[in-house]
Nanobody, 118 residues
Framework: QVQLVESGGGLVQAGGSLRLSCAASGRTFSAYTMGWFRQAPGKEREFVASILGSGGITYYADSVKGRFTISRDNAKKTVYLQMNSLKPEDTAVYYC???????????WGQGTQVTVSS
């Protein structure tokens, strides 16, 4: 398994931007599909975005398309989530996750809080 540590969360006003980072350990980072998920208070965890190992293919939840961008730097073993035009409904704990192939996301970070004020 890979160890994941998120950073970059914080408090921002609506319309603002934040960039989350997720640093990974291990020697085969480029083999992992990386994803970002979020969980708001009282709600289930939901998918936000994912990126394949090569970085060439990305997927987004409809709620963040056009506002969020996922990217990765395999040399730095880091995945990023650039969040623009933030809305109060984006408030949640954001988690980084990793998976190999078509398996479930099996490695998770501890989460980082994002709070968007109106």
């Amino acid at each position: 398994q890979v160890q994941l540590v998120e950073s970059g969360g914080g408090l921002v006003q609506a319309g603002g931007s934040l960039r989350l980072s997720c640093a990974a350990s291990g020697r085969t980072f480029s083999a992992y599909t990386m994803g970002w998920f979020r969980q708001a208070p009282g709600k289930e965890r939901e998918f936000v975005a994912s990126i394949l190992g090569s970085g060439g293919i990305t997927y987004y939840a409809d709620s963040v398309k056009g506002r969020f961008t996922i990217s990765r730097d395999n040399a730095k073993k880091t995945v990023y989530l650039q969040m623009n035009s933030l809305k109060p409904e984006d408030t949640a704990v954001y988690y980084c996750a990793a998976r190999i192939g078509s398996s479930d996301f099996g490695s998770w970070g501890q989460g980082t809080q994002v709070t968007v004020s109106s």
